[in-house]
């Protein structure tokens, strides 16, 4: 209970199965309701975590947090100085033993625009380590990206749509550098990892003749490289200028981009860009089509990688996943995941990749034209081989095309909000190159909003969502549930 009569209730713990949920932030004044689109959360190796979110305190809008270590301790205020909560990013990481909170906002005290950063330990104990933006900000940074190496933390953002800047946190202090791209043209996205020492900061930005290019630049631990143009053919085009993805590993980093190739008429390129050993090792064509593909993906398992992503083929589409096996030191051939038969009349609307472990799984939402409901479908890859795309949620399609999925140490757990007995609820499993049992997560009756989030939980998942109070449904309140497959 706080001081503001925000009270939770508490169910006991299971061995196996989900433990049971809990209202997190939960008020029957309608004065405290929850905000539903600001979450973050995140899990220390003792499987402590830390959510922050926000929601009115009697009418103001703050930035609570609350840390579980075996029992939740009390909500404390992250956050309050602000006159705009659309504006407000939330990033929240652990570097194993202690949690770091970032909030970018705009002032309501001198007007002004901050990235401010505080620790916590898993007891609760708030280091206030410092605004990352100079004094006098006028312009609001924009795809904030956090990671920790497992010591420190590294921020990435865009400022004033022309500047890549970071800051590296080494444990005691924070090292602000900026701008990083050397350039003063419009940045389209950013991607930022860290390969367990170091990280690396990948962006596009058009250049003179209005393309796009992709650059990196990588931070060995003393300062940030100059930025590489990580394409090697200077007239091409990234065709999408939001597609560039990358990856970490303990071997370097890989990036990966969707191109059309001027070169060759009607010609496009999913391309990659290894960094091994202190260079990036030149782009190389991995697939090649006539149209055009969409939303790449990848993701790093030890030294593999992994880019996934989809196309248009007439009155369907196709899901594609190519393989790098770091010890041929190949890019396998392109697989194509789905069966087109069974996807005609159906519509692609989200795609996910994820690494499970040692593999890969790929999963993605399709709604199906005759009931208008949707269906999530998965694959995994199993040393170096993808098995059959099979359908997660048969029993229980989804209301809508949003689904939540987070990668474990194997397989990865998904959820997603489904009509089941005549309610709605919001449906969880585990999938390990199989589907496994299936599980309501909210147990009480109310309208799941669409925010959700998963983070790993010790041997399980945790997840997070927002739900209509059932005595007052002008107020939302977050709840929280816990599976151990």
């Known amino acids: 209970d706080n001081d503001q009569g925000n009270t939770c209730n508490v169910n006991?713990?299971?061995?196996?199965?989900?433990?049971?949920?809990?209202?997190?932030?939960?008020?029957?004044?309608?004065?405290?309701?929850?905000l539903t689109n600001k979450i973050a959360a995140a899990t220390a190796d003792s499987g402590a975590f830390m959510v922050a979110y926000l929601q009115n305190d009697n009418g103001v809008a703050k930035v609570f947090g609350r840390i579980n270590n075996g029992t939740w301790g009390d909500p404390f205020v992250i956050a309050d100085d602000f006159s705009d909560y659309y504006s407000i990013e939330l990033k929240l990481a652990s570097n194993g033993i202690n949690f770091?909170?970032?909030?970018?906002?705009?002032?309501?005290?001198?007007?002004?625009?901050?990235?401010?950063t505080r620790t916590y330990t898993e007891d609760g104990l708030e280091t206030d380590t410092g605004d990352l933006l100079p004094t006098s900000t006028t312009y609001q940074p924009n795809r904030i990206s956090m990671v920790s190496n497992g010591s420190g933390y590294c921020i990435a953002w865009i400022q004033a749509s022309y500047d890549v800047y970071a800051g590296v946190y080494d444990g005691a202090s924070w090292t602000t550098?900026?701008?990083?791209?050397?350039?003063?043209?419009?940045?389209?996205?950013?991607?930022?990892?860290?390969?367990?020492?170091?990280?690396?900061?990948?962006?596009?930005e058009q250049n003179v003749s209005y393309y796009y290019d992709a650059y990196a630049s990588v931070h060995d631990g003393t300062g940030w490289s100059a930025a590489v143009n990580l394409d090697d053919n200077p007239t091409t085009n990234n065709n999408d200028a939001n597609s560039l993805v990358l990856a970490g590993s303990g071997g370097g980093y890989c990036a990966a981009w969707c191109q059309y190739d001027y070169d060759t008429a009607y010609h496009y390129d999913i391309n990659t860009n290894r960094y091994e050993s202190g260079t990036w090792l030149g782009a190389e064509s991995i697939a090649a089509f006539s149209s055009s593909p969409n939303s790449a993906q990848i993701a790093a398992s030890g030294a593999d990688y992994c880019v996934s992503w989809y196309r248009g083929m007439g009155s369907t589409y196709g899901i594609y996943s190519c393989l790098y096996d770091d010890t041929s030191g190949d890019w396998g051939e392109p697989v194509m995941l789905n069966d087109l038969i069974s996807s005609m009349g159906t519509s692609l609307s989200y795609l996910y990749l994820v690494s499970s472990g040692a593999d890969f799984s790929v999963v993605w939402s399709r709604q199906d034209g005759a009931t208008s409901t949707y269906n999530l479908v998965a694959a995994a890859s199993e040393d170096g081989q993808w098995g059959e795309s099979e359908i997660i949620n048969a029993e229980v399609p989804g209301l809508s095309s949003d689904f939540y999925i987070q990668p474990g140490d194997s397989g990865c757990f998904i959820a997603w909000r489904g009509l089941y007995g005549g309610t709605y609820n919001l449906f969880g499993t585990a999938y390990d190159g199989g589907v496994g049992s299936k599980f309501i997560l909210d147990s009480e009756p109310g309208i799941i909003e669409y925010t959700c989030l998963i983070v790993p939980s010790?041997?399980?998942?945790?997840?997070?969502?927002?739900?209509?109070d059932s005595r007052n449904l002008s107020i939302y309140n977050l709840w929280t549930n816990r599976v151990v497959p």
Do not use: E
């Open 100 to 116: 770091m909170a970032a909030i970018s906002y705009y002032s309501s005290s001198d007007y002004y625009y901050h990235l401010h």
């Open 458 to 468: 010790g041997a399980g998942y945790r997840s997070f969502w927002y739900q209509k």
């Open 12 to 34: 006991a713990l299971a061995t196996s199965g989900w433990t049971g949920v809990r209202d997190v932030a939960s008020d029957n004044d309608d004065d405290s309701s929850c």
């Open 177 to 204: 550098t900026g701008p990083i791209d050397g350039a003063s043209y419009y940045l389209s996205s950013l991607s930022l990892a860290t390969d367990g020492v170091g990280y690396c900061i990948a962006w596009t």
